[in-house]
């Protein structure tokens, strides 16, 4: 994908697909592990290289969602579940290449897109699922993401077990979380034996903006400078990072963000509720308010404020309960007391039973 785009779908091309493809017995085995540990939730379920002595092929870990953990268990890769996805709408449905850069409500609910190229767009519906920087979601809400407060500095080492053996050890068949207040360095391993390590650290944001990340070596000595004294396997996390870095600065709208209904518009996903990825949960939200979406029109044929409303009204709850949990989870990982917050948040899952 060059540029970046939006889908105009009009109400009678938009298709349900089901966003989980699952194997059964696969289901069904990590479910017996989770019964088996005890947790309230899995936040993320990964695969092990080998099993247990005892057979228990999965580990339950933080901080990953859902799809990273159908990908570790080889069920739908990213691309797949992309893939899947696509195909469920009809061919040309999607008009690729068509970056919104103005929308403004006309009456009766229908509002005109502007496009960079020039070109506008009139909808009856329109659906914002344009992530963070939403350019549909100021049409219902004054609301803007704000700082969280931790920016993230993403590496990968590829081939970890041949060519990076005492980092992958380290990883182990899961995720790894070596925390300390204030920062961080947060690993786990893909399916392709790649250690992708995000390095956490509380700073102002202007301090990220100031690595010169064009200079990968030199950036990535100095983001490894704030680790000084931790163990060189965890540090080769940052210093032997073969991929460009990337610098993602941690945003977040307010976790009640909520909106009056506003006729002829509404948003799914990051647009909707974005926030820190501590509850694993952003992209299997932005797949289910689509879902629900779609099953509210269905359900309220030639009648979409009824629809709107249908869905607004659980999307509120459901998207300020898992960004009240990521808020709580980002600060607890790097609080005073880290890292026994985190192993006191795990302990408090055990004994939900
Ligand atoms: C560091 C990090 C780690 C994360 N880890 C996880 C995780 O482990 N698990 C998890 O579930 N979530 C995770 N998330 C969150 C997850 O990536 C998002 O919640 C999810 O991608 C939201 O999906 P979305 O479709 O709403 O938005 P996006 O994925 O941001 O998609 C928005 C789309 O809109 C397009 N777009 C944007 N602006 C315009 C415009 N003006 N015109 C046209 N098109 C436009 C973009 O090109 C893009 O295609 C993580 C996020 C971060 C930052």
């Not at 992209?283 to 009648?303: H, R, S, T, V």
């Not at 600060?331 to 004994?351: E, H, T, V, W």
Request: include cysteine.
């Amino acid at each position: 994908m060059k540029e970046q785009h939006i889908e105009i779908i009009s109400i009678a091309h938009i298709y349900i697909a089901n966003p989980r493809p699952r194997s059964r017995g696969r289901w069904q085995m990590m479910v017996a592990n989770i019964r088996e540990v005890g947790l309230k939730k899995p936040i993320t379920v990964v695969r092990r290289k080998e099993p247990d002595p005892e057979g228990k092929e999965f580990d339950l870990v933080c901080g990953q969602g859902r799809i990273e953990a159908f990908v570790a268990l080889g069920e739908v890769h990213r691309g797949d579940l992309r893939r899947i996805l696509l195909n469920s709408l009809p061919v040309d449905t999607i008009r690729w290449g068509h970056k919104v850069t103005a929308v403004s409500p006309l009456d009766g609910g229908r509002h005109v897109l502007t496009f960079a190229d020039g070109s506008t767009a009139t909808t009856e519906l329109l659906v914002g699922a344009d992530g963070a920087w939403s350019k549909v979601r100021p049409l219902l809400s004054e609301a803007k993401p704000a700082y969280a407060g931790t920016s993230f500095i993403e590496t990968y080492l590829l081939d970890g077990d041949t060519r990076h053996k005492a980092s992958a050890e380290l990883v182990g068949g899961g995720s790894l979380f070596a925390l300390a207040p204030g920062k961080g360095i947060l690993a786990h391993r893909e399916i392709n034996g790649a250690l992708h390590t995000y390095v956490a650290l509380n700073k102002p944001e202007d301090w990220i903006h100031r690595i010169d990340f064009s200079d990968p070596a030199t950036a990535l000595s100095q983001v490894a400078e704030e680790f000084d004294g931790w163990a060189p396997e965890l540090t080769a996390l940052i210093t032997d990072g073969e991929t460009a870095p990337v610098p993602r600065t941690i945003h977040a709208l307010p976790v009640e963000h909520r909106w009056d209904r506003v006729h002829g518009v509404t948003v799914i996903g990051d647009a909707a509720h974005l926030m820190s990825p501590f509850a694993g949960e952003g992209a299997n939200l932005a797949m289910y308010d689509g879902a629900e979406l779609g099953e509210a029109i269905a359900a309220n044929p030639g009648d979409i404020e009824a629809a709107l409303l249908a869905y607004e009204k659980d999307l509120f709850p459901r998207s300020a309960s898992a960004a009240a949990e990521a808020d709580r989870n980002l600060k607890l990982c790097f609080d005073d007391n880290a890292p026994q917050s985190l192993l006191d948040l795990f302990i408090s899952y055990r004994s939900v039973k």
